[in-house]
């Protein structure tokens, strides 16, 4: 199988942030990482995204996601992109990183500032070149200041795809919605804008959004694409309705726990298991019982969406 570089064409549509299920000895279940990655391809996902924040990839081996792109490259990678997530705490880890995922057969790269060292601009466009120019990958920048501290400016971001033909993409993660009509003010179509906060979603599809990296996906395929494809194609009322029912749901991946939500929310949902690497800890009972029973509400009136 050949991994032909993602072009600009290939961005867009909803792009699971998938898990990375664990077993007890705290290895990965690559069996049921394939099956989960094709169940929801299955369901009209557009690519699968590993191993980003939420697949904790801050936390697992360089061998360990090359264990992951091949699976899921054998899982779907003949219907859809693998895009691989290079986040480390240095340039020259990440451009490893980014070399051994196209060796993998990935076809995209959503690539990320360091992670301990926030440098000026100068060092964060250096960092971003690097990782760009190391494959013939097509990227996407990774942009969520909240969580590592970066934020990278719509006129940045517009001198990065100047600078970039490959650079086809961005994930817009600050919270801020006047970002998705900032980057389209200076850069019209060259690239395609990504929600990348689950709750924000339905917004970001109104300001303009080309796509989606999707955190509730991983237990809910069918609602996601649902909704995505009802607020695309401007039946917004559908939309809002879909929505009103899943926010408490999407909620759950926009907070500092959201790895452990996702995954409470994915297993209640039949799908995998709630173990987490360390240092994270699994909930404490109070705070799990709490979110268990937003997710239980949910679930007893959950839309009747084929599945």
Same mark, same amino acid.
């Given at each position: 199988?050949? +991994?032909?570089? *993602?072009? $600009?064409?290939?961005?867009?549509?909803?792009?699971?942030?998938? =898990?990375?299920? @664990?077993?007890?000895?705290? %290895?990965?279940?690559?069996?049921?990482?394939?099956?989960?990655?094709?169940?929801?391809?299955?369901?009209?996902?557009?690519?699968?995204?590993?191993?980003?924040?939420?697949?904790? #990839?801050?936390?697992? $081996?360089?061998?360990?996601? !090359?264990?992951?792109?091949? &699976?899921?490259?054998?899982?779907?990678?003949?219907?859809?992109?693998?895009?691989?997530?290079?986040?480390?705490?240095?340039? $020259?880890?990440?451009?490893?990183?980014?070399?051994?995922?196209?060796?993998?057969?990935?076809?995209?790269?959503?690539?990320?500032?360091?992670?301990?060292?926030?440098?000026?601009?100068?060092?964060?466009?250096?960092?971003?070149?690097?990782?760009?120019?190391?494959?013939?990958?097509?990227?996407? /920048?990774?942009? +969520?200041?909240?969580?590592?501290?970066?934020?990278?400016?719509?006129?940045?971001?517009?001198?990065?795809?100047?600078?970039?033909?490959?650079?086809?993409?961005?994930?817009? %993660?600050? #919270?801020?919605?006047? $970002?998705? =009509?900032?980057? !389209?003010?200076?850069?019209?179509?060259? @690239?395609?804008?990504?929600?990348?906060?689950?709750? *924000?979603? @339905?917004?970001?599809?109104?300001?303009?959004?080309?796509?989606?990296?999707?955190?509730?996906? +991983?237990?809910?395929?069918?609602?996601?694409?649902?909704?995505?494809?009802?607020?695309?194609? #401007? &039946?917004?009322?559908?939309?809002?309705?879909?929505? !009103?029912?899943?926010?408490?749901?999407?909620? /759950?991946?926009? #907070?500092?726990?959201?790895?452990? @939500?996702?995954?409470?929310?994915?297993?209640?949902?039949?799908?995998? +298991?709630?173990?987490?690497?360390?240092? &994270?800890?699994?909930?404490? &009972?109070?705070?799990?019982? !709490?979110?268990?029973?937003?997710?239980?509400?949910? *679930?007893?009136?959950?839309?009747?969406?084929?599945?």
């Amino acid at each position: 199988m050949t +991994n032909t570089p *993602m072009q $600009r064409a290939d961005w867009s549509g909803i792009f699971p942030a998938i =898990t990375t299920p @664990l077993r007890a000895d705290d %290895s990965i279940d690559l069996e049921l990482f394939g099956t989960h990655a094709a169940w929801m391809v299955e369901h009209g996902c557009g690519a699968i995204v590993t191993p980003g924040s939420l697949g904790e #990839g801050g936390l697992l $081996r360089l061998d360990e996601k !090359r264990a992951l792109w091949s &699976r899921a490259v054998e899982a779907v990678g003949a219907a859809v992109p693998v895009v691989a997530a290079v986040g480390a705490c240095s340039t $020259r880890e990440s451009v490893e990183i980014a070399r051994a995922a196209h060796a993998c057969g990935c076809r995209g790269l959503m690539v990320l500032p360091p992670y301990a060292y926030k440098g000026d601009w100068r060092e964060t466009h250096a960092h971003f070149a690097h990782v760009f120019e190391a494959t013939p990958l097509g990227c996407m /920048l990774y942009n +969520n200041p909240p969580a590592y501290g970066t934020d990278v400016l719509p006129e940045q971001v517009e001198e990065l795809a100047t600078a970039h033909a490959n650079l086809h993409a961005i994930k817009e %993660s600050s #919270g801020d919605i006047r $970002r998705m =009509t900032a980057i !389209r003010a200076r850069l019209g179509d060259r @690239l395609a804008v990504y929600v990348g906060i689950d709750d *924000m979603v @339905l917004e970001g599809l109104a300001a303009g959004a080309d796509g989606w990296i999707a955190g509730l996906v +991983n237990g809910f395929p069918a609602e996601s694409v649902r909704l995505f494809d009802l607020a695309a194609s #401007g &039946r917004l009322e559908e939309a809002a309705e879909l929505y !009103r029912w899943f926010l408490p749901l999407l909620r /759950l991946d926009a #907070g500092p726990q959201f790895v452990h @939500l996702v995954k409470l929310a994915q297993a209640r949902a039949g799908w995998g +298991n709630e173990r987490l690497r360390l240092p &994270r800890l699994p909930l404490e &009972r109070e705070q799990r019982d !709490r979110v268990m029973s937003i997710i239980d509400v949910c *679930m007893k009136i959950r839309p009747s969406i084929a599945r």
